[in-house]
């Protein structure tokens, strides 16, 4: 069993590259399984910036900023990696198992799943799929969310790693 306590910076390194690589695979599933078609996204149009109606949550301005220039109500695929502190990580999954039926009804959600390391049970990567930057700037505001986020604060032992990626093409469903 890897210890990430144990291991030095190049082999926590490692580790997070092999979670990172499982999180792609689970991305390749969603994809061969036709989640990734327009139809999952629903249709989306070319346009100019996030919504003013709330202002850029710190975490969506983020994820903005890894997207660079693709346009922000475009489809992508956030995994934010979380590190629970030792001890914590049963309440890390019950706060995430009370807020992710309410994220899952939210519009432009299109993903939310809570992955674990089997080597490491404090360590989650959290898969998310968004219609556009504007509704996940809207979950974020969310009241649920807000709850969560005080919830996770001091259960985790660092700060959350955020790992945005999207869609190159659709390919066709089997």
Not at 19 to 46: C, H, I, P, R, Y
């Amino acid at each position: 069993m890897i210890s990430l306590s144990n291991c030095g910076k190049a082999d926590r390194s490692i580790v997070r590259r092999v979670v990172s690589t499982a999180v792609v695979l689970v991305v390749l599933v969603f994809v061969d399984a036709g989640a990734f078609s327009n139809a999952a996204f629903g249709d989306q149009q070319d346009g100019d910036a996030v919504s003013a109606a709330k202002p850029l949550h710190p975490l969506a301005a983020e994820i903005k900023s890894q997207l660079a220039d693709r346009p922000a109500d475009k489809p992508f695929v956030a995994a934010v990696t979380l590190k629970a502190n030792p001890g914590a990580a049963k309440k890390v999954v019950a706060a995430m198992r009370e807020a992710t039926p309410i994220t899952r009804k939210e519009e432009g959600n299109a993903a939310y799943l809570l992955l674990r390391d089997p080597s490491d049970k404090n360590l989650f990567v959290l898969f998310e799929r968004w219609k556009s930057l504007d509704t996940l700037n809207a979950h974020l505001h969310a009241e649920h969310t807000v709850k969560l986020l005080e919830t996770l604060e001091p259960l985790l032992s660092e700060a959350p790693k955020v790992d945005v990626m999207y869609p190159v093409f659709f390919p066709k469903a089997k």
